[in-house]
């Protein structure tokens, strides 16, 4: 593969196109807006310098990485990619309406790759007419540092499909774990219900934020406490993957915190709003 293609420019979306002009690969970036690829770019750009200053890189490679990402506002640009990621924003019949025109715009060739972190590889796929090649390539924030993506293969997803995006993610460096179909796959399967207790117990008064971030990083040896990083994943995007796993597997243990919903409804969105459990201002 040299050609792929990025449909996103937000966090996740400028990630995934660092990690592949960095690896080497012509990238086009799509998004909706002008302003929202110029953004996306500038971002980039950053870490990059930020990854020179530690050494990850040498210096003079951050323009030639940033010349191998191209850009466009219309998915006809991506026609010559041979895989396409989908990082657009979390919602089924979004993402099922991008598929269904990449699938109009694109090689028969080409592998479909989604980004989701909750949202059925199956169900996307069936929005297709080439099943057999759309995939989950589920990445994690922030893409240059994280090494982990989970590959997951919806009901149809051939095994030339999934056997070239395992090779793939190997030459970016990072490490695949092959993941089935189900709601949350395995990582906010694990994650999100335990993200979800922790506010049950901010909520019912067991101990304060702070104690109970605390615990988990000294108790369990986590890099971060749950509630502080529910606040940098976006109580919304919580909320919302909370709510996949519990009409999805219909069980009342993953039924989303009442106090998760008031600040969700409270606008206090977590660090990208300036306040969530914390405050970012």
């Known amino acids: 593969m040299k050609h792929l293609g990025v449909i996103g420019g937000g966090t996740m979306g400028n990630g995934i ?10 990238v086009t970036l799509v998004d909706i807006k002008q302003e929202f690829i110029d953004r996306a770019l500038a971002m980039i750009k950053g870490n990059l310098e930020r990854q020179a200053k530690k050494g990850a890189i ?18 006809k640009a991506l026609a010559n990619c041979e895989l396409i990621v989908e990082a657009a924003t979390e919602d089924a019949a979004l993402k099922k309406k991008i598929f269904a025109e990449l699938d109009a715009a694109c090689s028969p060739a080409a592998i479909l ?12 796929a069936a929005a297709t007419k080439r099943p057999q090649k759309v995939i989950g390539m589920h990445f994690f924030n922030p893409v240059p ?11 149809d997803t051939n095994e030339e499909t999934f056997n070239t995006v395992m090779e793939l993610s190997k ?6 774990v092959a993941v089935n179909d189900y709601p949350g796959f395995v990582s906010n399967r694990v994650l999100m219900p335990m993200i979800n207790e922790a506010i049950y117990c901010v909520m019912e008064g067991v101990a304060s934020k702070e104690a109970i971030d605390k615990v988990m990083k000294l108790g369990m040896n986590h890099p971060m406490g749950p509630l502080a990083l529910a606040d940098f994943i976006g109580l919304d995007v919580c909320l919302h993957i909370m709510e996949v796993l519990h009409q999805q597997l219909g069980d009342d243990k993953y039924r989303p915190c009442p106090l998760l919903r ?20």
Request: without cysteine.
């Open 17 to 26: 196109a660092h990690v592949f002009a960095q690896f080497g690969y012509s």
């Open 58 to 75: 040498a210096s003079n490679e951050v323009a030639a990485i940033l010349e191998r990402i191209a850009t466009a506002t219309e998915l």
């Open 113 to 124: 790759a989604s980004n989701t972190s909750s949202i059925s590889i199956t169900e996307i």
């Open 145 to 155: 540092v994280m090494t982990l993506i989970e590959v997951i293969r919806g009901l």
């Open 171 to 176: 030459a970016l460096g990072k490490t695949p």
């Open 262 to 281: 008031k600040m969700v409804a409270a606008g206090h969105l977590g660090k990208k709003t300036g306040r969530g459990f914390y405050s970012y201002t």
